[in-house]
């Protein structure tokens, strides 16, 4: 899986983190190109910052940037689990939604198990109509999985339970 992105300006680059569009618009060509270029060395003057990279293929350079320069960076690990779990409290803040037994957070994203409810199909399709997205049903042995998939501010989400087995895969265990 691709890691997630978000904006970072140049002072606040350190080394190791890899930027994932090309940054510098004295090469308009290559302007908000795709790649990967981790950094190697930053350094501050007044309102520029040196940036010196490396990429995929072992070559070097270096950008010289304005201080106000958006760029994309991958998140680090950390990063992705203090988004995933900032998803989660927004989600779990949701007081009409049916609540969730379980959250799980994951290299895939965020995933929650609908907790006890009169009707986990009524409540899994309440959770579709909030993110917008479909459920989906795949049957298994004496099961059917049911789930809801959808990205939420870059993090994706999967709302899942069981409903009883489909006809095609028998009632059997």
């Not at 991958?74 to 049916?98: F, G, K, T």
């Not at 899994?124 to 042995?141: I, K, N």
Request: net charge negative.
């Amino acid at each position: 899986m691709t890691n997630p992105t978000s904006l970072r300006r140049p002072q606040d680059l350190r080394p190791g983190q890899v930027v994932t569009t090309w940054p510098d618009d004295l090469d308009p060509d290559r302007l908000n190109e795709a790649g990967r270029w981790t950094v190697t060395r930053t350094r501050q003057y007044d309102s520029w910052v040196r940036v010196d990279w490396r990429d995929e293929h072992g070559e070097t350079g270096t950008w010289v940037l304005p201080r106000w320069t958006h760029l994309s960076v991958e998140m680090s690990d950390r990063e992705r689990q203090a988004a995933a779990a900032r998803v989660i409290a927004d989600l779990a803040e949701q007081a009409p939604l049916p609540p969730i037994w379980e959250w799980r957070i994951s290299e895939d994203g965020v995933s929650g198990q609908i907790g006890l409810c009169p009707s986990v199909e009524q409540a899994l399709q309440e959770w579709a109509d909030h993110l917008g997205a479909t459920v989906t049903a795949t049957p298994c042995t004496g099961y059917t999985y049911l789930a809801v998939r959808s990205v939420v501010d870059g993090t994706p989400v999967e709302i899942w339970t069981h409903g009883p087995a489909s006809p095609e895969k028998g009632g059997a265990a």
